[in-house]
């Protein structure tokens, strides 16, 4: 029986997903990687029980799959200490603004899905008195912007959710902690413009998250020039706002 | 369409510029199209642009599996020497061959066949290789190993990517006890004391010499040599950490400086008070982390912008032990009298290379930098006139513009090579730049 604390990571086959993985197996975490693809997953375990020699399960999770929430919580083999979600789906602004389906995927796989899974678990937590729960969010959901609002405002969706968790859970020793990434270079990513100074590699984002949960922060922007930008996208009047095409 | 140069940023090429993140879509990276593999992007000409397609390999990055108890160590080729460094290296493990930069794959430290500072002593990165899983031209995934596939393997140590794509590869890490080394300053006040003090230093396990390239005269080949050896952990003070992660850089160079920031003036200043430094630390032994011992660039993040952006050139070339100290003599001699002084030049001494096409014979290697301009190049081919007639060779991982006559004096194994990348890949899916430059037979 081993006495490290467990962190699930929901996602775990996304570049920020491994390299949250590894940051928390680095510091003595077992980990438990949960994805739609197990067996593409299979080379992370090997990869984490060879660099860390720590315990690592894997698990199917599929965030579209909502009916299926409650028994993959009852399927784990202990609760874990921490549940990090990074599931997310950037989607093509263009195609949601006209493809109902394309656009309902974006919202429940950023919104629907993540908000329900990491509900369950607070349940959890709150029963058993402890424990951390992550979820990945947006920079995108700080103000709906007209490149990608159908995926920030489904991240806008899932801070209010984060937040009013926070206020809640705080109370019965759970501690909720909302990251927000800016740019990360990552396949979600590949392709797109991205300013240099913003943006930072997988493997910073991957620390960050560990630091904020060690560090049992409330809201962290990978970088802390985002929080100055979004402040200033934050404050912007309307009528200057919309005319921006960004 | 991208725009990719390599570390010393000439040239710059426009390249279909692809990142896959499975093995199959390594094969689907080159449909179509002629390419290489690329790794970090740390050769610093032509060796990592592929002639239509570039392929970025830095997405796979997993150890496959590791034995504690041997250091045996099964990994996907994109991974980092620094990420490697940084996970084995608390658990008592580091790689027996490091560059001067940890920032480059396994597969192109494979490659480049890369040595550092022990191989005079222990050879170069290959010879800690024990297996390779190679994607061929033709799209077959063979293993290598120095009894299946005997030649290939041979000819994908130093091959510069050229027999296929290096998709894994197993190898022996060493043990150490600390992340420390012990390390010795010699000054040596000309060039014939800093041959005699490598030489001296043949028992060491790491020995490198930086030379002053401003100093003429009887100055000529001024240099600092630095010996070490890995610290046993009852050699640390009590309060040192045996092993501290590497640091990401704390300085970075987040623009391209004007190119007149480096001039013979700037250069001289800098020079006289590093040896005046280096002098005073001269006599016993004292520890340095392994970090900036092996690595001592890699604490300034984008160094290579200091030469703003027209960029550099390395000559690296490596001259065999007989009659060696009048050639380094006469290459030192030409660049203090041109004045435009290399802002580094490192000396060392190699043993016996281990592959078919590797840079290193029993010799002292010599490596300088040089601001890209328009005279620098006639310059570099004179240098390359007195390395061929002393019977040396250019590194390829550093070049960018040594000619097909120069390349073919010094790499007699050339047609046995171009013969093994005939039989994979008829159809030469597998070119580089670089391979166009000097390798690739020319056709009507």
């Known amino acids: ?246 | 369409m991208t725009l990719v140069s390599g570390w010393g940023r000439f040239p710059v090429v426009d390249t279909d510029l692809v990142r896959p993140r499975s093995f199959p879509a390594v094969g689907e990276a080159f449909a179509g199209a002629s390419g290489v593999a690329r790794g970090n992007g740390r050769a610093y000409g032509d060796a990592g642009i592929g002639l239509a397609r570039t392929v970025d390999m830095t997405a796979f990055d997993r150890v496959r599996s590791f034995d504690p108890d041997t250091g045996r160590i099964r990994l996907e080729a994109g991974m980092l020497l620094s990420d490697i460094i940084d996970t084995f290296g608390p658990r008592g493990f580091l790689p027996f061959v490091v560059p001067g930069t940890r920032f480059v794959t396994v597969g192109g430290a494979i490659a480049a066949d890369v040595h550092g500072k022990n191989h005079h002593c222990e050879g170069g990165f290959g010879r800690y290789v024990d297996g390779i899983l190679l994607r061929t031209g033709q799209g077959e995934t063979i293993e290598l190993s120095r009894d299946e596939n005997a030649d290939v393997f041979r000819a994908t140590v130093g091959g510069m990517g050229l027999t296929g794509v290096i998709l894994e590869a197993t190898m022996r890490l060493r043990r150490v006890e600390t992340g420390w080394i012990r390390e010795r300053v010699i000054p040596a006040a000309n060039l014939r004391d800093a041959v005699t003090a490598l030489d001296g230093g043949d028992s060491s396990t790491y020995s490198v010499a930086w030379i002053d390239c401003v100093a003429t005269g009887e100055n000529l080949g001024r240099s600092l040599i630095y010996l070490g050896e890995h610290a046993r952990a009852d050699e640390l003070p009590a309060d040192a950490a045996p092993f501290s992660r590497g640091r990401d850089p704390r300085l970075s160079v987040p623009v391209d400086l004007p190119s007149l920031t480096l001039n013979r003036y700037s250069v001289r200043a800098f020079n006289e008070l590093y040896y005046r430094m280096g002098a005073r630390r001269a006599g016993g032994s004292h520890l340095v982390s392994i970090f900036p011992y092996f690595f001592p660039l890699d604490g300034v993040g984008a160094w290579n912008r200091i030469y703003g952006r027209r960029g550099f050139l390395q000559h690296q070339c490596v001259i065999p032990q007989t009659g060696a100290r009048e050639v380094l003599g006469e290459i030192l001699e030409r660049i203090a009298r041109r004045g435009d002084a290399s802002f580094l030049a490192v000396l060392k001494k190699l043993g016996e290379g281990d592959g078919l096409m590797s840079f290193p014979l029993p010799g002292y290697t010599l490596a300088l930098d040089f601001p890209m301009t328009p005279s620098i190049l006639p310059f570099l081919d004179e240098l390359d006139r007195l390395v061929v007639a002393a019977g040396g060779r250019l590194y390829l991982a550093k070049d960018a513009r040594q000619s097909r006559a120069t390349f073919e004096a010094g790499y007699p194994a050339l047609q046995r090579f171009n013969g093994i990348r005939r039989s994979l890949d008829p159809d030469g899916k597998i070119r580089s730049r670089l391979s166009q430059r000097l390798l690739d037979e020319v056709r009507p």
């Not at chain 1, 926070?166 to 759970?174: L, Q």
Request: no cysteine; aromatic share 8%.
């Open chain 1, 1 to 246: 029986m081993t006495t490290r604390k467990i962190a699930l990571v929901l996602g775990a086959s996304s570049d920020i997903g491994r390299a949250t993985a590894r940051a928390f197996a680095r510091a003595g975490w077992d980990i438990q990687l949960a994805g739609r693809d197990v067996a593409a997953l299979e080379p992370d375990v090997a990869d984490l029980r060879a660099r860390y020699a720590v315990d690592v399960g894997v698990h199917r999770f599929d965030v579209l799959d909502t009916a299926s929430f409650a028994s993959f919580v009852a399927g784990l083999a202990a609760l874990p200490d921490a549940v990090i979600s990074i599931v997310g789906l950037l989607g093509v602004q263009d195609t949601a603004q006209s493809d109902l389906g394309h656009a309902a995927t974006i919202m429940r796989s950023n919104y629907e899905g993540p908000a329900l899974i990491l509900g369950l678990f607070a349940e959890k937590f709150l029963a058993r008195g402890s424990g951390t729960i992550v979820g990945v969010s947006s920079v995108a959901g700080d103000r709906g912007r007209a490149s990608n609002y159908v995926y920030g405002s489904a991240k806008a969706g899932f801070s209010a959710f984060l937040s009013g968790l926070r206020a809640r859970a705080s109370r019965g020793g759970v501690q909720i902690v909302t990251v927000k990434p800016g740019f990360v270079r990552t396949r979600m990513t590949e392709g797109m413009k991205l300013i240099g100074p913003l943006t930072v590699e997988a493997s910073v984002a991957g620390d960050a998250i560990l630091d904020a949960v060690q560090r049992r922060r409330d809201v962290v922007y990978v970088s802390e020039k985002w929080r100055l930008v979004m402040l200033i996208i934050k404050l912007l009047p309307e009528a200057v706002f919309k005319k921006l095409r960004f």
